[in-house]
């Protein structure tokens, strides 16, 4: 991922309201290693259901405010994130959801998908035993977890693109 700014951050939220947007909490850029992100993702640490997450689509920056669903998955139990396609343990996965860019939005339409809790996938495919861990394997599942995130995105901004072509 490349380097975003603050300025960029607050200015790529295709579902995000006015009020959430005056409250959004910057992440410590200057700490993120940039090359091993395929999206900045962060959870509110003042809401304990908002989460972001900001990726690049070509030279567009865009941005998804995600709501955590109450409550979650059952311990003792396996879960797969969406995204990462890494499995954990189910209190380490949750379901969110990311209201619909324009009217589809407005009219509270969302959609949802399983994703690590601390939205951290970046991370997650780039963890676990060192027999796993080669280039290739790492370059291989952070296109896939690019691929998806992008995939969630479109989903997101698909009623705001056919809101202005209609």
Do not use: K
């Not at 979650?72 to 996965?93: D, E, K, N, Y």
């Amino acid at each position: 991922m490349r380097e975003v700014t603050e300025t960029e951050l607050r200015a790529c939220f295709v579902n995000a309201t006015p009020r959430e947007l005056d409250q959004l909490p910057i992440p410590g850029l200057h700490e993120t290693i940039w090359a091993e992100r395929e999206y900045l993702g962060w959870r509110d640490p003042h809401s304990s259901r908002l989460g972001y997450m900001v990726l690049w689509q070509g030279d567009r920056l865009v941005g998804l405010v995600v709501r955590a669903a109450p409550g979650g998955m059952r311990p003792g139990i396996a879960a797969m994130c969406a995204l990462c396609h890494s499995t954990q343990p189910a209190t380490q996965v949750r379901m969110f959801s990311a209201r619909l860019a324009g009217p589809g939005g407005d009219t509270g339409s969302s959609i949802g998908t399983y994703i690590c809790e601390d939205l951290s996938c970046s991370h997650i495919i780039r963890t676990g035993p060192p027999h796993l861990l080669n280039r290739d394997r790492i370059a291989s599942r952070a296109e896939g977890l690019h691929g998806r995130v992008t995939g969630f995105a479109a989903r997101v901004e698909r009623a705001l693109r056919e809101a202005l072509d209609g």
